[in-house]
Each structure stands twice: as structure tokens, then as C-alpha cells.
């Protein structure tokens, strides 16, 4: 598709807005103090979230910010709008979960036209990705992360009060289908627990259930202070 083509995708929205920005002039909007340009965007799309993680939240859950008071989808255009114009080339959505906003597939769409955006990212537990994934992708989505507690199901339903390990490891096979690479997957337990680079491989490579030419052997291991990251792919 060509870059300068509005993506066009069957969802809610009637069409894509008409008013987005034709130029990308860089502000110093952005700058901070060391006169560094800020060119990366975290969006929180909701705070709620299907999982219960024992480290984040009680398991009754939490009081929520009422409707009314949360971005809408054309206020969160707008802004994105006003950042991608200053400079800003990805966004990231997060939430809570954000795969659980019901218009999700209608912001991806729209944000994923705005002129100078170069990544549109998404980091999600997964449970509810894999059906998702396909609309997502042809909405314009171009990068998943994939939060993973644990590889062990018994593990998994402690940590998050929830069932729904297979599901998370339906989403990770269902992006490497859908041809992303690399698919991001945060892994924190083993990590934590000392496991080497050899042995994180190994349980990678068998929890994806995937022996195909171009992902086989392609586990690249990048590991941050706060969010170890397993790159599945190239």
C-alpha cells in the first residue's frame, strides 16, 4: 500500500477523516531541556483489564474512572493528531487491556492514517488478541507485545486470578501467522528465576509450537532493566 494512500478498513467508522495532517513540521513541543525530540507515544486506551494479576490489581478490582471521563475515540485521534504533527512517529496503545475498548479496531484505523505516524504498537496480554489480530493488522496495526507471566498454566491462573493461558499462546501464534516479525513477548517469570539465554530459547521455542523455516532458530533475546523481551522472529 502506498504510504501516501489512506488505509481503508471495514469497521464502525464511516470513513477515515478527511482532515488529517499533510505536513509533519518538527516543534519544539517535544523537546525537552537537553533539546532531545520525543518521538514515542504511550496511549492508554481503557483502564479496565480481563485479567486479575496479583501484582497489579485486588481480585474484587478496582473503582474505575466513570465513561464520560475517558478519552473518546475522536479525542484520541485529535491528540494524536497534534503529537504526530509535531514529530512524534509511534504510538504505543496500552491500557488495562486495551484489546477490551469495543472501538479499538476504528482507532487503529484512524490513527494508522495520520501522515508521519511510521509504527502503530500495541502491548496486550493476549487473551482476547488471536480473534482480533486479523481486523487489527488490516486497520493499520504494525507492532505486538505480548505480556507473559509464566509458560506453566497452573502458574498463569495464580498470577492472574484468571484462566486463559492457551489463549495467550493462540495470540502469539496467531501474530507469527499474520506474518509479524518480530512478535514481542515479555517474559518475566523465567527471567527473574535466572533461566540463561540456552534454556529461554528452549521454552520459546516449545511454548510457540512452531518449526517453521523463517522463525526457527530466530530467538533473539534482548533483556531491559524493567521489561525482559523475547523476540520471536527476525
Known amino acids: 500500500m502506498n504510504a501516501s494512500t489512506p488505509r481503508m478498513c471495514s469497521t464502525s467508522c464511516a470513513k477515515v477523516p478527511e482532515d488529517l495532517p499533510k505536513d509533519n513540521p518538527v516543534s519544539d513541543m517535544l523537546l525537552d531541556s537537553f533539546g532531545r525530540l520525543h ?38 485521534v485529535r491528540l494524536a493528531n497534534l503529537f504526530v504533527s509535531s514529530g512524534v512517529e509511534k504510538i504505543r496503545l496500552t491500557g488495562g487491556e486495551p484489546t477490551i475498548r469495543k472501538d479499538i479496531e476504528d482507532i487503529c484505523l484512524h490513527l494508522s492514517n495520520l501522515n508521519g505516524l511510521k509504527t502503530l504498537a500495541i502491548t496486550t496480554n493476549g ?15 504494525t507492532s505486538v507485545n505480548i505480556s507473559l507471566d509464566t509458560l506453566v498454566p497452573a502458574k498463569f491462573e495464580f498470577m492472574t486470578r484468571r484462566k486463559g ?9 496467531a501474530a507469527i501467522n499474520l506474518g509479524y516479525n518480530p512478535v514481542k513477548v515479555s517474559l518475566r517469570d523465567p527471567l527473574r528465576q ?21 522463525h ?19
Not at 526457527?216 to 521489561?227: E, L, P, V, W, Y
Request: glycine share 6%; net charge positive; with cysteine.
Open 39 to 76: 518521538t514515542y507515544l504511550r496511549i492508554s486506551l481503557t483502564e479496565r483489564c480481563n485479567l486479575r494479576c496479583q501484582y497489579c490489581m485486588p481480585a474484587e478490582g478496582v473503582d474505575l474512572t466513570p465513561s464520560p471521563k475517558i478519552l473518546s475515540q475522536n479525542e484520541i
Open 127 to 141: 487473551i482476547t488478541l488471536a480473534r482480533k489480530l486479523p481486523k487489527l493488522k488490516e486497520c493499520g496495526l
Open 165 to 173: 493461558h492457551q489463549k495467550v499462546m493462540e495470540s502469539i501464534n
Open 194 to 214: 535466572g533461566a540463561n539465554d540456552h534454556e529461554l530459547r528452549e521454552i520459546i521455542g516449545s511454548a510457540v509450537k512452531r518449526k517453521k523455516a523463517s
Open 216 to 234: 526457527a532458530g530466530m530467538f533473539d533475546i534482548a533483556k531491559t532493566a524493567n521489561r525482559p523481551m523475547i523476540h520471536i522472529g527476525g
